[in-house]
């Protein structure tokens, strides 16, 4: 196989499509339910923090630097982990990381209702970041699997470059960029259903996902690219 031409399972586009819904039910979830927030980046939270610290309020300073801490932690675990984990040649740490995603979503979806929100928050901080910083590229074009600013503005900057050239590249890359902003807000109108009917336990759907994705990774790991466990995805 070359690997200038071929891609991993973890690279393709059905992968990031999926875990792209997750994340727009994430944000749903947090946001109807859980505190009024949004927990898949960062930049409001820093924002806030830069405020809280202009107008003299250290304490409210401090309590959003446990967001953003928790944040800063899952890209840096996740990092040390998926260079450590490779060695064992079991399955690779993106697989890992989706299974460790799942049994956390299935957690969470236990807490009763009166349960603190900042557990919840807090908890998918983390992992989002670790999926951020785990997932960066599909198909060799870096996308993220968390929130979409980035893919508006390839959308319209992918659009311009096409009506003027009408090249391939741009064109695929409007499609990517364009896909992923519809499955995000897939994510969310799905799970905003899913609460009405299922309360608090509507995040158990972004688990039935996670759960779908990991048996896939599973089963290339040890069936369909056992041999390729030592190649890296690319952006990596």
């Known amino acids: 196989m070359n690997e200038k031409e071929t891609y991993l399972e973890c690279e393709k586009p059905w992968l990031y499509w999926l875990l792209i819904v997750v994340a727009g039910w994430f944000g749903a979830y947090t946001f109807l339910l859980r505190g009024g927030v949004f927990c898949n980046a960062q930049t409001a939270n820093v ?17 959003l630097l446990v967001p953003i801490g928790a944040y800063f932690f899952g890209a840096f675990l996740s990092e040390l982990l998926g260079k450590s984990v490779k060695k064992l040649r079991l399955l690779r740490w993106d697989t890992i990381l989706i299974g460790f995603e799942a049994a956390v979503v299935i957690a969470l979806g236990f807490l009763p209702e009166n349960a603190p929100d900042q557990i919840c928050q807090i908890v998918l901080n983390f992992i989002c970041s670790m999926q951020f910083n785990t997932f960066r590229q599909v198909k060799g074009i870096p996308a993220a699997t968390t929130f979409v600013t980035n ?8 659009a311009a470059k096409f009506l003027r050239h009408r090249d391939r590249d741009s064109g695929s890359r409007l499609k990517l960029h364009g896909t ?15 609460i009405k009917f299922a309360a608090y336990r509507a995040i158990w759907g972004a688990a039935v996902l996670l759960i779908f994705i990991f048996l896939r990774l599973c ?10 466990l030592d190649r890296v995805p690319h952006g990596h």
């Open 180 to 194: 992923m902003i519809f499955c995000f807000a897939l994510g969310t109108v799905l799970c905003t259903l899913c």
């Open 151 to 158: 893919h508006i503005r390839q959308v319209g900057a992918n």
């Open 47 to 63: 924002v806030l923090f830069a405020i809280a610290l202009g107008s003299g309020d250290l304490k409210k300073a401090l309590y």
């Open 219 to 228: 089963y290339a790991d040890r069936v369909t690219e056992k041999e390729l």
